[in-house]
């Protein structure tokens, strides 16, 4: 696979998570809370005010759009972010609008109220491979490794390890000594099946 392929492969990653049952359901209820706070004057307003009072790092809520993957991201951590003054809005702002006071009341409340819900979004932004047995979500640690497996294994290794080492602007800088060693077999595999085909050039050019 070329190397300018990893983006794509990443954003491929990205999007099967996404698709997961359980990411999937996560984005939802951020969307519905965003949603609401977009839509709704005076609940957006108060949030505002709470969010510039508690000094929240990144801002406000951020939409997730499909066909932007990053944006999957930012709109689960804007709303991890905004957790308290979220929770704030709801327990102790009385500024709302009692039109908006039965929506929030039968739906959004019982989203941000939930604090097994913030956990859950904290483990899809954060888990990473080395930390996923410890996430209580067996079935999305299960299907999280089985995403990455699968594209995982469309790179190929030696030749990614290789091209890190000849790239002029890194030449191996800070391989540990095991890798190197690797490397050398690489060149050698290489150098060998290009001897077989009496073209040890092509081994020097890559």
């Known amino acids: 696979m070329p190397i300018h392929c990893i983006d794509h492969q990443i954003n491929l990653i990205i999007t099967d998570i996404c698709n997961l049952p359980f990411a999937k359901n996560l984005l939802k ?3 519905k809370i965003v949603k609401f706070f977009k839509t709704s ?3 957006g307003k108060t949030l505002r005010t709470e969010i510039l009072k508690n000094m929240v790092k990144g801002g406000g809520l951020k939409s997730y759009v499909k066909t ?3 944006t999957a991201f930012d709109c689960a951590n804007s709303v991890l972010s905004c957790e308290t003054t979220l929770k704030n809005v709801i327990y102790y702002n009385k500024q709302i609008a009692v039109q908006d006071a039965d929506i ?3 739906d959004i ?5 939930n604090q097994h819900f913030y956990v859950n979004l904290e483990e899809l932004l954060y888990a990473t491979i080395k930390n996923l047995p410890e996430i209580r ?3 999305f640690c299960k299907d999280y490794i089985e995403i990455f497996n699968k594209h995982w294994k469309q790179f190929d290794i030696e030749l990614y390890i290789l091209a890190f080492i000849l790239h002029p602007k890194y030449h191996g800088e800070e391989m540990k000594i095991s890798i190197f060693c690797k490397v050398i077999e690489y060149v050698q595999s290489w150098w060998n099946m290009t001897y077989k085909e ?3 050039k092509i081994t020097f050019k890559i």
Not at 109 to 113: G, P, Q
């Open 41 to 43: 004057h005076k609940a």
């Open 137 to 139: 979500q067996v079935s």
């Open 29 to 31: 209820k951020c969307m």
């Open 68 to 70: 932007c993957w990053s």
């Open 109 to 113: 409340k019982k989203i941000i109220s």
């Open 104 to 106: 929030l009341n039968n």
């Open 198 to 200: 009496n073209n040890e």
